[in-house]
Structure formats: C-alpha cells, structure tokens
C-alpha cells in the first residue's frame, strides 16, 4: 500500500497551508546553501590533504647508513611524521 499521486498532492497543499509558501522557499536556499557549503568544503579537505602529502618530506636512510648508526649502539630509531 504506498501513496498515490493525490495523496502526495493533499500532502504538499496541507505543508504549505501550515509553512506558507515564504517559509518553505527559505527552508529551500538554506538546505541548499549548507549542501553546497558542505560539498566546498569536501573539496578543499581534498586539496588540503593532497598538498600536504605533496609537501611532506620523505627521508629515507640506505641500510648501509642505518646498520651503521646502529652499530655505535647509541641511535635510537624513529619514524618522524609531519603535522
């Protein structure tokens, strides 16, 4: 049993009895607004991420250059992150 057409217009006249037509196109372009802010701010939380994995240096020891500062037995090893 679903709803048919004339039901869903009963529907809509009651809402707009009850809201009035200037509250329901204000509830639109504020809905609309937060999506579009939502969906901006996907985008440069994106980018952002993007450039600072771009930007993060990446220091990479040889073996030889690591079992040496290992072999003075006073290095400590340590996996440096950027923030």
């Known amino acids: 049993m679903g709803l048919s057409t004339t039901h869903l217009i009963i529907f809509l006249v009651i809402i707009v009895l009850i809201f ?4 329901l196109k ?3 372009s504020d809905i609309g607004g937060a999506v579009k802010g939502f969906k901006d701010g996907m985008k440069d939380g994106d980018k ?3 450039d600072a994995a771009a930007a993060a240096p990446t220091a990479q020891v040889t ?3 690591a079992a040496k500062r290992a072999a003075d037995g ?3 090893d340590v996996e440096a992150k950027v923030k």
Do not use: D
Request: proline share 0%; net charge positive.
């Open 20 to 23: 009035g037509t200037k509250k």
């Open 26 to 28: 204000n509830i639109g």
């Open 48 to 50: 952002a991420a993007a």
């Open 63 to 65: 073996a030889e250059a």
């Open 74 to 76: 006073q290095t400590v």
